[in-house]
C-alpha cells in the first residue's frame, strides 16, 4: 500500500537485529503490521481482508 500512497509509509524490520523493537511489539511471528501503534495484525491475508483490518483497528470507517 505504501507504494500506491505518499501519504502511507512503511518499514520493514529484522526482528532479531532490533530486539528491543520486537520486544516492544511483542513479536511472536511474521508477517506483523503495525499501524499508528494501534491495528496490529499478524500473519497473511487477502488484501480486501488486511485493509479492512486496519481501518478498523485505527478506527476509520471503511466507506467501500
Same mark, same amino acid.
Do not use: C, H
Given at each position: 500500500?505504501?507504494?500506491?500512497?505518499?501519504?502511507?509509509?512503511?518499514?520493514?524490520? %529484522?526482528?532479531? %537485529?532490533?530486539?528491543?523493537?520486537?520486544?516492544?511489539?511483542?513479536?511472536?511471528?511474521?508477517?506483523?503490521?503495525?499501524?499508528?501503534? #494501534?491495528?496490529?495484525?499478524?500473519?497473511?491475508?487477502? %488484501?480486501?481482508?488486511?485493509? %479492512? #483490518?486496519?481501518?478498523?483497528?485505527?478506527?476509520? #470507517?471503511?466507506?467501500?
Amino acid at each position: 500500500m505504501a507504494m500506491e500512497n505518499e501519504l502511507i509509509t512503511a518499514d520493514a524490520v %529484522e526482528a532479531s %537485529e532490533y530486539p528491543e523493537l520486537a520486544e516492544r511489539y511483542q513479536v511472536y511471528g511474521v508477517p506483523l503490521t503495525i499501524a499508528n501503534d #494501534k491495528a496490529r495484525i499478524e500473519g497473511g491475508m487477502p %488484501e480486501p481482508m488486511f485493509i %479492512e #483490518k486496519i481501518l478498523q483497528g485505527i478506527g476509520v #470507517k471503511d466507506e467501500r
